[in-house]
């Protein structure tokens, strides 16, 4: 099976990418290939990027607060250009309430700060191999 | 040393190998390892600080190993000060009176990102952003609200700022100002540190060497107006939070302190003149003694190289003085309320390591800003650290313990040694280059995640005495979009209401004047007093000096 | 996603990002549809000039493809960029980091950028990086940059799909000096000694040269017996370089330049090198010759990848090979006469005819 296509980025202008370049570096090592933006994104870019690089899933990880901003403008500007079917996931600080919210608004799951990193690994596997047992 | 000394060493000695053989039969324990990765021996003697100096040490002398002032904290207890702000300036301005009339005795300024990273509010990258982890300051007619009703010629404040800190200045400087405050008498502290940006943090604005100039143009400028305040805050706090060992922390953040004084005397300032305004900022995290021992060693090094390989000549300049905050990093969203356990003892580590102010942080921090009550607990535990415990009472009280001094000795070399590695890779700003001190840091992050993964290092709550019940019980701070708006509102009618030609010519002379070699310092306070927004002054600069772009590095 | 394919390729050709996205994926996996795809783009392949960048890792090659195509865009051309970088050879997994670097450019309509993994492929990854090429320009790019870390054998293959091939070398880096050796000589139509400032650029500029010189066929007899000469004026490298230049002055000689790509500069000489190089490919006729290569290539990719599922995906093949492993153990077979009967007995399936 070909790798997972993952694009990690941090939108907003928060400068804590520890939690970012954990998560790439899991990724990586569970066979995922794994695009890195940097830091300080727009929505703008981050679709740019997920639809130009072709990925399955986007990571986001953001601390700075402004999840209900920017989050939903991610998902929106993927729609707009067809592709709703890639899996927005992430984490950070986020309140839980926030993360319902979010995730009705149709991210997949979000993770709060402390999750291992095989969490999010197995979250993603499993969503890949259930969406290509679909598509098959 | 004695015959009769070398003689009970050897008693001892034979003894320690006694003990040794009785432990090693009694215990299938695998070695623990201390944060930095050194072994943590079970028990420590007095053969392992035979002929060391600091035991004959006194507290306020050289080389300050003990602490900076010979009366403790019986001269003055350490400043409380706790990092606040969110929202508005009028918000935060409500929250300061708050927390000075529950005897907090300093303000710290918490800015929110668009600040931080030098974007006013009504910027299209502060959309969402604005007031979310910490105040909204776009020009002096926030900063004036911002401390409306508290003099600033009494109060001491410091402010969390780095790659636009010396725009903000200006502000605080120009506020004061209208306050009728004499510069001469403001107190208080900038952050300032870049070099650690680059490394850990991550707001940065302009690329490194003008990055410098502006810092180096400041110390120059304040030593002459504002003497008693503190240039710059040169911080180890957010490299271990970025993951750095505490061994890491204590070398890199004395580093960068060493590269600022090597650019200060490359400008042709006398050492004694700027160093005794720098002041220094640690991270007290989980492991109680390496911490002390991190900040006793932190002062003894400072001291020596200040000394032996600057030439200053004034104590004021060898003294190393210095904040701590409990590391916001070992705070858990899981079951929340330990982490006012974790910060009480973090802040004991801190005070008996000897520190001049403290900020502990709430327990809420690590889901939202906190509440005022989470706020509240966090100040209680200083004071009942202060008054109760009767911790301050005895000057470094740890001081001769064969652990704590031993501590001392190894992390002082494991800081000579990261240093001597420094020089090799051709010094800080070369290392930043080419990412190998990035590289560092992100190489002991991946190793404490996967120590923590791999349950080999315990975090209660998290990888262990892990409860079902929901993973969040306690209330939270919402910071809504209404601050967003207002403050956009506010910075249309400061627009509307200011003199459009004299910001213009302001910025010129501010953008001219990068081109040159003058000390920026006069020209954008000159911005500042026009009403010169913060975008406006960052970009100015930022025609001439371009941005910073990161490097990436795993 | 759930698109049929004619309607992947109206939004292609419509000129959507999407659709060029997923007509990448397909070709770089492979996928179902994928020769069909190639099929229907071949008629629009030919346009774009294409560039290879390659050097040793940290030499500077994203910031100055981050630069040309600043550049090129203010020249109102089109760019497509593909930054390949090795995938893991334990795990399978990559960490792509190029865009970082190319944020500048990073919301330009203009400019399309894909970060490719190699995924440890022994050969065809070249051949594969030229189809994803050929993609983008199908889609109308006027200029490709194909982005390398040159380090390895399949590394210089790939850039040198190119009809330009960049070398981006530093100096006081001993990567730059193996990259040197591990071939980039023949490969190379332009070298630049990026952070052209620092101490030892001069000299890594002259060495290069002395290189170039000499694989032309400088050597000591072309400098005359020093009886009368000073020797401050006798020069190794020019007189290595004249005799490059005289011996045939229809061959491209490789232009070694200086840039500074932190500050910007040397990025405009290097654009006009690039230039003259494809003027000298349109009016030599290489690029005719390199562009008839790639075909080539290409056919013999699809010819071997064909092979490779015809046969081993055959079920009937794999049992007849089974029941000559005793006969090979045995000693009355060995795996040259098999092969040779496997090859003869499998004609219609190597056609693709079933009998």
Known sequence: MRPIRVLVAKPGLDGHDRGAKVVAAALRDAGMEVIYTGLHQTPEMIATAAIQEDVDVVGLSILSGAHMTLIPRVLDLLRDDGREDILVTGGGIIPREDMDALEARGTGRLFGPGTPTSELVEYIHNWFEAREAQTA | ?554 | ?355
């Open chain 2, 1 to 554: 040393m004695t015959t009769a000394e070398m003689l009970e060493l050897d008693r001892l000695r034979e003894e320690v190998a006694q003990w040794r053989a009785r432990f090693d039969a009694a215990t299938k324990r695998n070695a623990l390892f201390a944060n930095s990765g050194h072994v943590v021996e079970p028990l420590y003697t007095a053969l392992d600080i035979a002929g060391d100096a600091a035991a004959a040490e006194v507290p306020g002398e050289f080389p300050f190993t003990r602490g900076i002032h010979p009366t403790g904290y019986r001269g003055k207890l350490w400043t409380m000060r706790q990092f606040a702000g969110f929202g508005t300036a009028p918000e935060t301005n409500a929250r300061y009176k708050y927390l000075l009339s529950q005897g907090q005795t300093g303000l710290s300024v918490a800015f929110d990102f668009p600040t931080l990273m030098g974007y006013d509010s009504d910027h299209p990258r502060s959309e969402g952003e604005v007031g979310k982890c910490g105040v909204a300051i776009s020009s002096l007619a926030d900063m004036e609200t911002l401390f409306e009703g508290i003099p600033l010629d009494k109060v001491s404040v410091s402010m969390t700022i780095n790659g636009p800190a010396v725009i903000l200045f200006a502000f605080y400087v120009a506020a004061a100002e209208k306050q009728g405050a004499v510069a001469a008498e403001l107190r208080g502290t900038i952050q300032n540190d870049i070099l650690k940006e680059y490394m850990a943090q991550h707001a940065w604005v302009y690329p490194i060497e003008p990055a410098l100039r502006l810092i180096v143009d400041n110390f120059a400028w304040s030593a002459e107006h504002v003497p008693l305040w503190n240039t710059i805050s040169i911080s180890g706090y957010h490299i271990r939070e970025a993951g750095a060992t505490a061994a890491q922390e204590l070398a890199f953040t004395l580093a960068d302190g060493f590269t600022y004084v090597e650019r200060g005397i490359a400008r042709g300032l006398d050492v004694d003149d700027f160093a005794p305004r720098l002041s220094f900022f640690w991270d007290i995290h989980n492991d109680f003694f390496e911490e002390i021992a991190k900040l006793r060693a932190a002062r003894r090094i400072w001291a020596r190289h200040m000394r032996e390989r600057f030439g200053a000549k004034d104590t004021r300049s060898l003294i190393m003085r210095f904040h701590s905050q409990t590391a916001g990093v070992t705070l858990t969203a899981q079951q929340p309320m330990n982490n006012i356990v974790r910060v009480a003892y973090q802040a004991m580590a801190a005070v008996l390591g000897g520190t001049q102010s403290l900020h502990t942080n709430s327990m809420d921090e690590t889901l939202a800003l906190p509440t005022e009550q989470a706020v509240e607990v966090a100040l209680r535990t200083q004071q009942v650290l202060a008054y109760e415990t009767g911790v301050p009472n005895v000057a470094d009280p740890l001081g001769g313990s064969y652990y704590v001094e031993a501590l001392t000795d190894k992390l002082e070399s494991e800081a000579e040694a990261l240093f001597t590695k420094i020089e090799e890779v051709g010094g800080v700003v070369r290392g930043l280059e080419t990412g190998w001190l990035q590289r560092q840091i992100s190489e002991s992050s991946s190793r404490q995640q996967w120590e923590v993964e791999q349950r080999r290092r315990t975090i209660v709550g998290v990888n262990d005495f892990v409860t079902d019940e929901g993973e969040l019980t306690i209330p939270l701070l919402k910071v809504g979009a209404e601050a967003e708006r207002e403050q956009r509102s506010r910075m249309a009618a400061m627009r509307a209401s200011r003199d459009d030609a004299l910001v213009k010519l302001r910025l010129a002379a501010l953008r001219d004047a990068a081109k040159t070699d003058a000390n920026l310092m006069p020209l954008i306070l000159d911005c500042a007093r026009a009403y010169c927004t913060l975008y406006e002054i960052r970009a100015a600069m930022e025609e001439v000096f371009g941005a910073y772009r990161e490097p990436v590095f795993f």
């Open chain 3, 1 to 355: 996603m759930p698109q049929s394919f004619d309607a992947l390729i109206a939004d292609f050709e419509a000129g959507k990002t999407a659709a060029l996205a997923r007509a990448i994926s397909i070709v770089e996996n492979h996928r179902t549809g994928y020769d069909e795809l190639m099929t229907r783009l071949h008629p629009r392949i030919g346009r774009a000039q294409r560039l290879g960048m390659t050097g040793p890792p940290g030499a500077g090659k994203s910031t100055i493809t981050n630069l040309i195509v600043q550049s090129l865009r203010r020249d109102n051309l089109r760019v497509g960029v593909v930054a390949v970088d090795p995938s893991s050879p334990f795990t399978g997994g990559a960490l792509l980091g190029d865009r970082v670097r190319m944020e500048a450019v990073a919301l330009d309509r203009g400019v399309y950028i894909r970060s490719m993994a190699t995924r440890g492929s022994l050969g065809g990854l070249s051949a594969r990086t030229a189809e994803v090429a050929d993609v983008l320009d199908a889609f109308g790019f006027d200029r490709i940059i194909i982005e390398t870390v040159g380090v390895g054998q399949t590394e210089l293959d790939i850039a040198r799909t190119a009809d330009t091939t960049v070398v981006v070398l530093v100096p006081e880096s001993g990567d730059s000096i193996q990259t040197l050796k591990a071939g980039v000589m023949e490969i190379a139509d332009i070298f630049v000694v990026n952070k052209g400032d620092r101490p030892g650029a001069d000299r890594l500029r002259n060495d290069i040269e002395l290189m170039l010189g000499l694989r032309r066929g400088a050597t000591s007899a072309n400098i005359p017996a020093h009886h009368g000469i000073p020797l401050k004026t006798f020069n190794p490298i020019r007189i290595a370089r004249d005799a490059a230049r005289s011996e045939n002055p229809e061959e491209w000689l490789p232009a070694v330049l200086g840039t500074i790509a932190s500050k910007g500069e040397g990025i405009d000489l290097l654009l006009a090198a690039v230039d003259r190089h494809f003027r000298y490919l349109q009016t030599s006729g290489g690029l005719k010759g390199r562009r008839r290569n790639r075909l080539k290539n290409q056919v013999t990719e699809v010819v071997a990848e064909r092979l490779r599922a015809r046969l081993w995906e055959d079920p009937d093949t794999i049992t007849w090979l089974d029941t000559q492993l005793d006969l090979m153990e045995a000693g009355t077979a060995t795996p040259f006469s098999v092969a040779d009967e496997l090859l003869s007995r499998s004609g219609p399936l190597l056609t693709g005819v079933k009998p």
